[in-house]
Nanobody, 120 residues
Framework: QVRLVESGGGSVQTGGSLRLSCEAT?????MAWFRQAPEKEREGVAS???????AHADSVKGRFIVSRDNAKRTLYLQMNNLQPEDTAMYYC?????????????????WGRGTQVTVSS
């Protein structure tokens, strides 16, 4: 069983930055960030495999950067130039499969989420 704990969420104004972190109890092949806004379906934001191959959703390319520190078993999401549409609960996920077109079903373990709110 892999436990995941997210941190780093908060409230910022448009154009601001936040860095999310996710600490895992075990190392897995793949880790990812998903988000869910009110009344919307959960969507993938970015994913990274053990060798640091990454994938980012088109909506965040050029603004968000996913990375991981395997020694610390920690996943990061650097979020720059935040926009109101980025407001959501952000979830960390871990799994044994990585692919560029990542999906929820690839991940067996999930954190409880950290809230990101961007005001205009």
């Amino acid at each position: 069983q892999v436990r995941l704990v997210e941190s780093g969420g908060g409230s910022v104004q448009t154009g601001g930055s936040l860095r999310l972190s996710c600490e895992a109890t075990h190392t897995t092949v793949s880790m990812a960030w998903f988000r869910q806004a009110p009344e919307k379906e959960r969507e993938g934001v970015a994913s990274v495999d053990f060798s640091n191959a990454t994938a980012h959703a088109d909506s965040v390319k050029g603004r968000f950067i996913v990375s991981r520190d395997n020694a610390k078993r920690t996943l990061y999401l650097q979020m720059n130039n935040l926009q109101p549409e980025d407001t959501a609960m952000y979830y960390c996920a871990a799994g044994s499969i990585w692919r560029e077109r990542f999906e929820e079903r690839d991940y067996a373990y999930w954190g409880r989420g950290t809230q990101v709110t961007v005001s205009s």
